[in-house]
């Protein structure tokens, strides 16, 4: 296993209670490498089918994103991880306040942010014939506010080593179908080097990871088959791709490497 550099090191990884999503994935491996990891999640509750999730499709996904962090949890107790779960609201400036508070009474410090919750539309009001006012607030509220009162309170915290990765999306500037998410994306894109800028001084770097269609428990075998010749290398993403490109951004070995936008896609949307 490759020593990325991680061993007792404060890692944040938000949107993480789905046990097949990006977030839980992460939070593994940075575990695996001997990180102390922070899950932040809240619920989304959205209707399901509970006798259709036995299988990959938007019910086991919506039922994933609706649940806690116990199976992450009995993951991360499998390998004696050291870490720490709340549940909270990262749209609230309170409640980012109070999550760095938890964690600094815990730990002691903050060493990596890894900003991966996210909200969408899923009721299909996110075109420009059809957009709502609520659909542009939720969707903003995260994807872009959130992870900006993160990585604030990240960099009030920081310490002597800091490492911000921002996930994105690999058609965030062109997502005709879901312009508001692909709006935010963009909108995380050019945060990303705007405030690699400004924390450089620091010794911070701020990179961003953009994945392409990613097996995470929502892509059922139609939309695979769709999906799969879009995709120059013939295969889903899968989490630990993801994961794998987060764990470089967020080691030693990449201290040099900062405001860049890194596609994780097989070579889709390119």
């Excluded at 890692?11 to 990006?22: H, K, L, S, V």
């Excluded at 107790?77 to 609230?92: F, G, P, T």
């Excluded at 299909?124 to 604030?152: H, L, Q, Y």
Aim: hydrophobic share 40%; proline share 3%.
């Amino acid at each position: 296993m490759v020593d990325y550099g991680l061993n007792d090191k404060v890692a944040i990884i938000t949107g993480a209670n789905n046990p097949q999503g990006i977030g839980a994935t992460t939070a593994l491996s940075f575990a695996k490498q001997g990180a102390k990891v922070v899950l932040v999640y809240k619920k989304i509750n959205r209707p399901f089918d509970a006798s259709k999730t036995d299988k990959n499709g938007v019910d086991r996904y919506y039922a994933a994103n609706a649940g806690n962090t116990e199976v992450v949890e009995s993951k991360l107790k499998e390998i004696n991880a050291d870490y720490l779960v709340i549940e909270s609201d990262i749209s609230s400036e309170s409640a980012v306040k109070e999550i760095y508070e938890r964690i600094i009474k815990q730990y002691g410090k903050v060493d990596i942010l890894v900003n991966n919750a996210a909200v969408d539309d899923e009721n299909g009001f996110d075109t420009i014939e059809k957009i709502t006012k609520s659909v542009i607030d939720d969707t903003f509220s995260v994807n872009v506010r959130g992870s900006i009162m993160m990585t604030r309170e990240f960099i009030n915290h920081r310490g002597d080593y800091g490492r911000i990765i921002n996930i994105s999306t690999d058609a965030a500037q062109i997502f005709a179908g879901q312009i508001t998410y692909g709006a935010s994306k963009a909108t995380l894109e050019a945060l990303t080097r705007s405030i690699a800028l400004e924390v450089g001084k620091y010794g911070i770097t701020v990179n961003c990871v953009a994945p392409g269609p990613t097996q995470t428990g929502w892509i059922d075998e139609e939309l695979e088959k769709s999906v799969l010749p879009l995709i120059p290398m013939e295969e889903l993403m899968q989490p630990e791709d993801i994961a794998d490109t987060i764990l470089f951004l967020a080691s030693k070995h990449a201290r040099m490497l900062t405001g860049q936008v890194i596609k994780v896609s097989g070579g889709h949307a390119l």
